[in-house]
């Protein structure tokens, strides 16, 4: 039952605009895009450096450059979605082109017997996106969104004068607005059941509930870093990241009502649709630090340490409300709609990464990477012009949400001048041991290769990754709607060496 109550919690606070562990997860879990050759290799860059997207990774990578670079990319994002709710399945899908990195490194002699190289570089690279749509639909006959107003109205048991001059919006207030809910020996009842029983002869026998989410946006970070080479045996670096962040999500909800004979003219009260419908945008900033080292242990095996400071993010963001109704005797309300601005805070985790690569002389080399980040670690906090108290959605946050571990491993073979590449990368589950009760890990599996001479290189890599996702489209819904989301990625990359 515990898990089921978890679950029905984030699915409802999600598509307001109250702030909670979805949001948390979304701004803290990246899911690195960069050059085809960082995508076809799983992002496993932390010990072998020379890659600017591996930067994002472990900044003391920029430490191996020995010549000047510029690297521009183009990605191709198919987004997919098949959801199956009450025995109906939908699917939908999104198409998109971006630029996932773009990026100049510039690389300076030092001094032989000490450090023999310098690099400075830029990057910007999109380390999340947020493209997606699903559409659920299914009927039954005993679960009706107007239920989890109800028991809201008479769990809180505002006043009705509030409940009328919206003083409690987003949903309740609306429902009774538009005479889906009306108050009874003290009590709030839902009319599309209060009233078909009252008329003795007419029965509600199907409920029609469609769910529409629609999200758009991304996550990207401009990067600087810095480090050098000492004596081809230790490399060093460090790097201050600037996240930008642009989120909208549209989501529409719909229920119509069938009875067992025709609802007409003269069934007054006799709701037939009720529907309601909302936009989010969210625009966010932020700043962190990353700090690592690479160290050859033999001429072929080197060593690789990062750690990553939590990200420092500013929010603002919009939401607005919608609802209407209509009635068997012609009548349509439209609710009055509510718009909200707010501000606020988030502090995402700290990560830790280590590395270990083998190179086979110049023909081949194998790269692993773990990381391991808290996502209990995530913490809300308030701007001074809007104040508000985190403390339960920061203690939510970390009763539900618990590590993870990352593994990437990528994999690349030189036959001159082409290149051919392997990459698997590993997600952890995001929630607490207690509440895997839906599995939110990722596998994403990607190839790639390209050409590459002393001066150019053109570079492709294909990624896919498939999760399943589940979600209840109100609190009191019965059942739970199953996603299958699946995503492929091509990115092209060209490059120049000087």
């Not at 997207?53 to 472990?58: A, K, P, R, V």
Request: glycine share 8%.
């Amino acid at each position: 039952m515990k898990y089921i109550l978890f679950f029905l919690t984030l699915a409802i606070s999600s598509i307001g605009f109250a702030q909670n562990s979805i949001d948390a997860l979304r701004y803290s879990r990246n899911d690195y895009a960069g050059t085809a050759r960082f995508t076809a290799m799983g992002g496993a860059f932390g010990a072998l450096g020379g890659e600017v997207s591996g930067l994002l990774i472990n900044p003391a990578g920029i430490g191996v450059y020995r010549n000047s670079e510029f690297t521009v990319s183009t990605g191709f994002n198919d987004y997919q979605a098949s959801t199956n709710f009450r025995g109906e399945t939908r699917s939908d899908g999104r198409f998109n082109m971006n630029i996932p990195n773009i990026a100049y490194v510039g690389s300076y002699k030092g001094d032989a017997n000490s450090w023999k190289n310098y690099s400075f570089g830029i990057s910007h690279n999109r380390i999340n996106h947020f493209n997606s749509e699903s559409r659920a639909y299914g009927n039954t006959n005993n679960s009706t969104i107007v239920d989890d107003y109800v028991n809201t109205l008479n769990r809180t048991n505002p006043s009705v004068e509030s409940v009328a001059d919206y003083t409690f919006p987003f949903g309740p207030s609306q429902a009774y607005n538009l005479l889906l809910i009306d108050r009874v020996n003290n009590q709030y009842v839902p009319y599309v059941f209060f009233t078909v029983a009252d008329s003795g002869n007419q029965n509600l026998t199907n409920i029609e509930q469609t769910r529409l989410i629609e999200t758009r946006g991304n996550q990207s970070e401009t990067q600087f870093s810095f480090g050098g080479n000492y004596q081809d045996r230790l490399y060093m670096g460090g790097s201050i990241g600037f996240q930008t962040i642009s989120f909208n999500q549209e989501y529409s909800f719909q229920e119509d009502y069938t009875y067992d004979r025709p609802a007409i003219s003269t069934d007054t009260f006799t709701v037939t649709r009720f529907s309601e419908g909302s936009n989010l945008a969210v625009r966010g900033r932020g700043v962190n630090f990353k700090f690592g080292v690479i160290y050859r242990l033999t001429e072929n095996l080197r060593a690789g340490l990062s750690i990553h400071s939590p990200t420092f993010l500013s929010f603002d963001e919009t939401y607005s409300y919608g609802a209407s109704s209509s009635f068997a005797d012609g009548a349509d309300f439209r609710a009055d709609s509510v718009t909200s601005e707010f501000g606020y805070r988030l502090r995402t985790p700290a990560r830790v990464n280590v590395s270990l690569a083998y190179l086979f002389k110049s023909r081949a080399l194998i790269s692993v990477d773990y990381e391991f980040l808290d996502y209990s670690d995530a913490s809300f906090n308030d701007r001074s012009s809007y104040p508000n108290d985190y403390s339960g959605t920061n203690s939510s946050i970390d009763q539900n949400l618990g590590s993870s571990h990352q593994i990437r491993v990528g994999a690349e073979y030189k036959f001159n001048p082409f290149v051919a590449r392997l990459g698997y990368n590993y997600q952890g589950n995001p929630y607490k041991e207690s509440l895997r009760y839906n599995d939110e890990s990722r596998s994403t599996y990607s190839i790639g290769g390209g050409f590459r001479n002393r001066n150019f290189n053109f570079d492709v890599a294909l990624n896919y990754r498939e999760t399943q996702i589940r979600s209840y489209l109100y609190s009191s819904a019965d059942v739970p709607a199953l996603t299958n989301e699946s995503v492929t990625n091509l990115v092209f990359t060209v490059g120049w060496r000087w």
